[in-house]
């Protein structure tokens, strides 16, 4: 998306309302705070509810989310990170977005069964391991990351370009890359754990929007319920774990 300067609101469309007292028990859970600092992702990751005034249809989506940024009540509350390091708000008249709808259709952990089928992951729950390789500077060291990123990887056809789309697969790849400092787990187990709860926390409505950031690991997604009226924002920028919110 592209910013100007000065706050605003869009004069047609939705309404938004921020719901603070809304929160988000997974990123709270002290097991899953673990490990997302040793993900190098605690502190630059976060969520946060809003509601809106009317009825939402998937045809909306641009100008939902346009008047989503530019709505005040979201505008001047919602989070992002500096250049430094540190949380800020939107705080700027939002000009240029760019949607895309992100298919919700896979609900279930079994979606990723295969990985052990396939020899990814063994048994035990071992990610198997190969030979270091990079990719935009992030450490392959295994199987698993190796099918996440590179298209010569011998696995990297068990998920179809349309799982690969899915909701579920990702923030499963989000969660198993990391930030800059990522200490990778040698077990499949705390990522789809993670996942699993991440998922169930935020609902499985969604609309993704892309960050300005270039990095494929700084992301953010919209999760829209129409029923509730309600949308949740998860927002994560690349980098190192920072120790406060």
């Known amino acids: 998306m592209s910013a100007g300067a000065g706050a605003g609101r869009c004069a047609a469309g939705f309404a938004f309302r921020s ?11 002290r097991d899953i705070r673990d490990r997302l600092l040793k ?3 605690q502190g630059r990751i976060t969520a946060q509810a809003f509601s809106f005034d009317q009825q939402f249809k998937p045809y909306q989506k641009d100008e939902f989310v346009m008047a989503f940024f530019n709505d005040q009540n979201v505008n001047s509350c919602l989070k992002v990170l500096s250049s430094s390091g540190q949380w800020t708000t939107l705080g700027s008249k939002v000009t240029k977005i ?4 992100v298919p919700c259709t896979q609900i279930s952990m079994a979606f990723f069964d295969r990985l052990y089928s396939e020899g990814v992951v063994r048994e035990t729950g071992d990610i ?4 270091d390789d990079y990719y935009d500077d992030i450490l392959i060291s295994d199987e698993l990351r190796k099918l996440l990123l590179l298209e010569d990887s011998d696995h990297y056809d068990i998920f179809s370009q349309l799982d690969r789309k899915e909701f579920l697969f ?4 989000h969660l198993c890359i990391g930030g800059t400092l990522c200490q990778f787990e040698d077990v499949v187990g705390p990522y789809l754990e993670t996942t699993k709860a ?9 609309l993704c929007y892309p960050s300005s950031k270039s990095h494929q690991q700084t992301f953010a997604y919209l999760i829209v319920d129409p029923c509730k009226r309600h949308v949740h924002a998860l927002y994560h920028c690349f980098g190192g774990s920072c120790f406060g919110n």
């Open 19 to 29: 719901l603070p007292q809304k929160t988000f028990s997974c990123l709270e859970d």
């Open 39 to 41: 993900w190098s992702m």
């Open 98 to 101: 760019e949607a895309t709808v």
């Open 128 to 131: 198997v391991k190969c030979y």
């Open 170 to 173: 990702c923030l499963f790849k």
């Open 198 to 206: 991440l998922y169930k926390d935020l609902d499985n409505n969604g």
